[in-house]
């Protein structure tokens, strides 16, 4: 099982199907959503991002409508994994599983987020750590996103296991981990620098993992091409780029010449467009992939 996914977030709040439908089509149709809709739905996506879906959380929100009643329900799920991973991981992967989940929101303030073990430790490699990996991956709380050798179908050919990142599973708690004063930025739309980029690339991993899709990404050898996520569609692959602001997207037009790649995603936190095969959605459409 899954925390809730933000359409479910939404039907707890009480917005029916009906309302929903209605921005299905805007996916791929390339017209602007009302401004009215689009302002509104911001809204429900920035109450989603401070409290995530875990089942708790999400009562606890209904039942006060109050941020720090929200935050203390976090911690104490936070706290209560970290007891999870000293009672239930192996011994030999104890303090391990917990360094590694307790460095997850540091490595995603990295420039290009890749795990990296000296964050760790000094001197530690991929092998010391890789049971607490799938511990972790095996418990629900996070889930690694693998780099390919190239954005070719099929994707999973293409892996490299050696280089990844790690997204939490539930968005709330990401937040919940880096203070109850961001909870405050998010919702004033204050963000900046990296840890706003942390955030929404977590946002969108949030999306696909509670839709039960592969997390992969993509950057070249030389770093000077980079798309956060890939998918797979009619046999063939969907780049995903998310920007902090409605900024030039020139990894995504250069993957787009590819003409083996029939369209791709901009999620920004603007309205929608559609430019030749780039479709720019506002992020909470992620919610239909």
Known sequence: MFALDFEEFLWALGVNDESIGILRPYLTNGERIPDAINKKMFEYLRI?????????????????????????????????????IASYADASDRIKAKACFDSVPRQLLKDNHKFQYKVLRKGSTASDYMNSFDWLEGAGLITRCYNVTAPIFPIKGYIDNDKFRVYMNDIGLLIAAYGYQTKAAVFGGQLYGNIKGAIYENLIADFLIKKQ?????????????????????????????????????????????????????????????????????????????
């Open 48 to 84: 989603y991002m401070i409290t995530g879906g875990m089942p708790a959380v999400v009562n606890k929100y209904l039942e006060t409508h109050n941020f720090k009643d929200v935050d203390d329900e976090q911690n104490t799920i936070l706290s209560d994994y970290r007891v999870d």
């Open 213 to 289: 899709l592969p997390l992969i990404y993509y950057v070249n050898q030389k770093g000077t091409l980079e798309i956060e996520f890939l998918l797979e569609k009619d046999s063939a692959v969907i780049p995903v780029e998310v920007k902090t602001g409605n900024t030039a997207t020139a990894y995504l037009n250069n993957t787009l010449k590819d003409e083996h790649i029939p369209f791709g995603y901009k999620f920004i936190t603007g309205n929608a467009g559609r430019t030749e095969k780039k479709v720019t959605l506002p992020l909470y459409m992620a919610m239909f992939l």
